[in-house]
């Protein structure tokens, strides 16, 4: 994304079936005061809006489960086409999680921290930048643990901890003795490390470009990662 | 059949010793006794041949009933009996290439020797009392056909037959009933053993149930008897400080109940009942897992739960609780707004808080060894 984007509100496309659901995603965007958001369509398929007015959308909120049926299996193909997927679900256990963001989706958010983690999410996401919800944190660490060559730091992966236990990244800082900007800086790592694995695409390969732009990891770091993913020791 | 028992192995072995005795018996009787009397009686004879065909059909009945006793997995073809009436005919085969006058010398060594082979024939049979007797009945009645073709029914010859029948047939029937009641007897211990070995297994676990009761006894007592004692000394139960202490003491009572309970992960099925109680009190909870929690042992789950469970206990309005497992290390945390609290500090686990924010954060932790 280029810097043309700052000056102006990131176009959203809203995939979801249950229209409370999307009254109460509208609401939060009505009351972000920098109007950093602007739903531009929505809809209960992925069709429906993303053959219309939803074509140019910088980030898709997708509802994993529309309808009764699991949208895993869509997310490669849309982010083959470029397209910055969140998903957001009531299911929040870590294989569906991992799955997630195998698949190629950029964040998941669980309804349950919707509210305080959305506009976040959904800004950084436009912005190609990482962002870790509490529950993807979980998830990390568990993956992590169970794999034959761990990728985490040991700082990594207690921050990731802290997060997924509900502390805001202030009481994290605290707790481990270091800046709020570092807290920030071991989160996100520990997502780029994740996010080189698996499955590439056009949205993974910006995210990581803007990672090494902003000096979060350097290139020598995703060959590495790729390295250890192609050795299999990622689950 | 594979036998685990160890005392029916004892028993096993026992059997085998005794049917191993009782082949040598045969062959030793066969090789020591049958063989040179056939040798120093080869002239005596009308057709040595048939003598020694005789020697040799033993000889084979003998090694195929012993192969069939030694493994337990192999039977005769035809049965016990038709081997039984070939030794018969050994027998009458050696009383007919004796001379007329030889009948009664001990070159007629098969109607006192077959008695051996019809040991280790009728062996595994439960009727060998009765198989041995028809089969003793049937081989004097050979020998007496034999004496009476041969002219030799005299008197003197009717005595000696009875005194070599009788002397046979005590030996190779005693032979019998001994090795049988050996076995007998060895399974008997084998019995006995196995009923005082159940019978001290479940005496052993009835003091375990026992003692596990009154631990549990003790704990539901150590969790509710304080609170009870101030309640019934008079506290207020509208003081804040007395409404914190009850409910940890039901928060603990409920982790009791529900420890036990036969459930697949006990350790989130604990939580899962503590965190339903304290909801229905009003409280906000919200549970998260990652990971699958490894096997751990009663001891340690109850140190692990006992931290978080008075930060739940104590919560005002809202709580998060997390609980993180991997292979080798179990976390579980508790966020909510109770006040600070002096942490209990159980064994074999690692307890960290931090107040920040208005916010009460512990987290216990277990890291097996």
Redesign the interface.
């Known amino acids: 994304m280029d810097r043309e984007r700052l000056d102006r509100p990131v176009k959203l496309a809203v995939v979801e079936d249950l229209p409370v659901v999307l009254a109460g995603v509208r609401s939060w965007v009505a009351a972000d005061p920098q109007k950093r958001v602007e739903i531009i369509a929505s809809g209960d398929t992925l069709e429906a809006v993303l053959d219309g007015p939803g074509a140019d959308a910088d980030v898709i909120l997708l509802d994993l489960e529309l309808n009764g049926v699991l949208m895993i299996g869509r997310i490669p193909e849309l982010c083959a086409q470029g397209r910055r997927v969140v998903v957001y679900s009531v299911h929040?256990?870590?294989e569906t999680v991992l799955n997630v963001l195998k698949a190629g989706a950029a964040t998941f958010i669980t309804k349950?921290e919707s509210a305080e983690h959305c506009l976040e999410t959904i800004v950084a996401v436009a912005w190609d930048r990482p962002y870790v919800t509490?529950?993807m944190a979980?998830?990390l660490?568990?993956a992590d643990?169970?794999t034959a060559r761990p990728m985490l730091s040991a700082r990594e992966r207690e921050a990731l901890?802290l997060w997924?236990?509900?502390?805001?990244k202030?009481?994290v800082a605290?707790?481990m003795g270091i800046s709020e900007a570092t807290v920030k800086q071991y989160i996100e790592r520990a997502r780029i490390k994740y996010a080189s694995t698996g499955r590439a695409a056009p949205t993974k390969t910006t995210l990581l470009a803007r990672a090494i732009q902003d000096g979060l990891i350097t290139p020598a770091d995703i060959i590495e990662y790729q390295s250890r993913a192609a050795e299999g020791g990622q689950s | 059949m594979t036998v685990t028992d160890p005392e029916l192995l004892v028993a096993q072995r026992y059997s085998l010793a005794s049917t191993r005795a009782a082949v040598t018996i045969v062959a030793a009787w066969h090789l020591g006794s049958d063989l040179p009397s056939t040798i120093i009686g080869w002239s005596t004879y009308r057709w040595p041949l048939l003598a020694l065909a005789a020697w040799i059909l033993y000889s084979v009945i003998g090694v195929a009933a012993s192969v069939v006793l030694l493994n337990p997995g192999r039977k005769l073809p035809f049965g016990p009996w038709p081997a039984a009436v070939l030794a018969l005919v050994a027998d009458a085969a050696v009383i007919i290439a004796c001379r007329p006058e030889a009948v009664m010398t001990a070159a007629n060594w098969g109607w006192g020797s077959v008695g051996w082979l019809a040991l280790i024939l009728f062996w595994p049979r439960r009727t060998w009392p009765r198989d041995l007797g028809v089969f003793f009945l049937a081989n004097a009645l050979v020998m007496l056909a034999g004496m009476a073709v041969a002219d030799s029914l005299h008197q003197v010859w009717i005595g000696k037959f009875l005194v070599v029948l009788f002397g046979s047939m005590v030996l190779q029937a005693g032979a019998s009933a001994g090795a049988h009641g050996f076995d007998l007897a060895a399974r008997w211990a084998a019995d006995n053993s196995r009923t005082l070995a159940r019978a001290e297994a479940a005496q052993r676990a009835a003091e375990q149930v026992h003692a596990d009761r009154l631990r549990r006894y003790a704990q539901a007592r150590q969790a509710a008897a304080p609170v009870l004692t101030r309640l019934a000394e008079g506290a207020n139960p509208s003081d804040p400080d007395v409404r914190h202490a009850c409910a940890v003491a039901a928060a603990r009572l409920r982790r009791l109940i529900a420890e036990t309970d036969d459930a697949p992960n006990p350790l989130l099925h604990t939580l899962r009942a503590c965190v339903f109680d304290i909801e229905k009190r009003g409280v906000v909870v919200h549970l998260l897992t990652a990971g699958t929690v490894p096997p751990i042992p009663l001891e340690v789950r109850q140190a692990l739960i006992e931290a978080p469970l008075e930060a739940l206990a104590r919560a005002r309005t809202q709580a998060r609780v997390t609980l993180v497992a991997t292979a080798n290390q179990v976390i579980i945390s508790v966020l909510s707004d109770a006040e600070e609290f002096v942490l209990p500090a159980p064994d074999g686990v690692q307890v960290a808080t931090q107040v920040e924010g208005g916010l009460l954060w512990i987290e216990s932790g277990w890291t097996a060894p």
């Open positions: 929040e256990d870590e349950g509490p529950t979980g998830a660490v568990v643990a169970s901890l997924f236990q509900g502390m805001n202030q009481s605290t707790r």
